[in-house]
T-cell receptor, first 116, second 116 residues
Framework: GAGVSQTPSNKVTEKGKYVELRCDPI?????LYWYRQSLGQGPEFLIY????????DSGLPNDRFFAVRPEGSVSTLKIQRTERGDSAVYLC??????????????FGEGSRLTVL | QQQVKQSPQSLIVQKGGISIINCAYENTAFDYFPWYQQFPGKGPALLIA?????SEKKEGRFTISFNKSAKQFSLHIMDSQPGDSATYFC???????????????FGKGTLLTVNP
């Protein structure tokens, strides 16, 4: 079946611009995660959704970052007033959710964001 | 954020050799300690995971050893192959015993190079 799909795969923008990154999780997965990965580093947690609600947004670095998942499936990560330090690969992952939690998250290939 | 400390940062092994990567954790309140493998341009993928009530788990050439008293766990790759060249991340995952916290926390990664 289809895996986690992320678009765009690459995004180049200018400092100060607004960016949206989209994630389409595996069908039936209720849990959805966003991570950020800088070069040579491990994935850094940003936010976790269970269904439509953000169960844990403690990893969002500041109020320029926001994510939504209005219908409990597709999610969009929104970054306002982008800064050069936001340049990274943004990874989305999904998992079956509570009651079936095994530590296996299924990751997409990521959206590489470059802020000039 | 709870951390897992991973070492070494990079590792070079000859084909057929044993690759060993170590991780140390702080908190025992986790259900799973997984290892993820990441190839360039791809998202991380689960390789193998262990629960803290088990001292060792083996899947093919990959073995996790878990030392609960020392709060350490390690990944052993036997008969390492050039195709194993990738970045490996240890992680910790609270699972269903973590209340509402289903956050997967990664180490900083180990870049493994297996020379032919």
């Amino acid at each position: 079946g289809a895996g986690v799909s992320q678009t765009p795969s690459n995004k180049v923008t200018e400092k100060g611009k607004y960016v949206e990154l989209r994630c389409d999780p595996i069908s039936g997965h209720t849990a959805l995660y966003w991570y950020r990965q800088s070069l040579g580093q491990g994935p850094e947690f940003l936010i976790y959704f269970q269904g439509t609600g953000a169960a844990d947004d403690s990893g969002l670095p500041n109020d320029r970052f926001f994510a939504v998942r209005p219908e409990g499936s597709v999610s969009t990560l929104k970054i306002q007033r982008t800064e050069r330090g936001d340049s990274a690969v943004y990874l989305c992952a999904s998992s079956p959710g509570p009651g079936r939690a095994t530590g296996e998250l299924f990751f997409g290939e990521g959206s590489r964001l470059t802020v000039l | 954020q709870q951390q897992v400390k991973q070492s070494p940062q990079s590792l070079i092994v000859q084909k057929g050799g044993i690759s060993i990567i170590n991780c140390a954790y702080e908190n025992t309140a986790f259900d799973y300690f997984p290892w993820y493998q990441q190839f360039p341009g791809k998202g991380p993928a689960l390789l193998i995971a262990i629960r803290p009530d088990v001292s060792e788990k083996k899947e093919g050439r990959f073995t996790i050893s878990f030392n609960k008293s020392a709060k350490q766990f390690s990944l052993h790759i036997m008969d390492s192959q050039p195709g194993d060249s990738a970045t490996y991340f240890c992680a910790q995952y609270p699972g269903d015993s973590g209340g509402s916290n289903y956050k997967l926390t990664f180490g900083k990664g180990t870049l493994l190079t297996v020379n032919p």
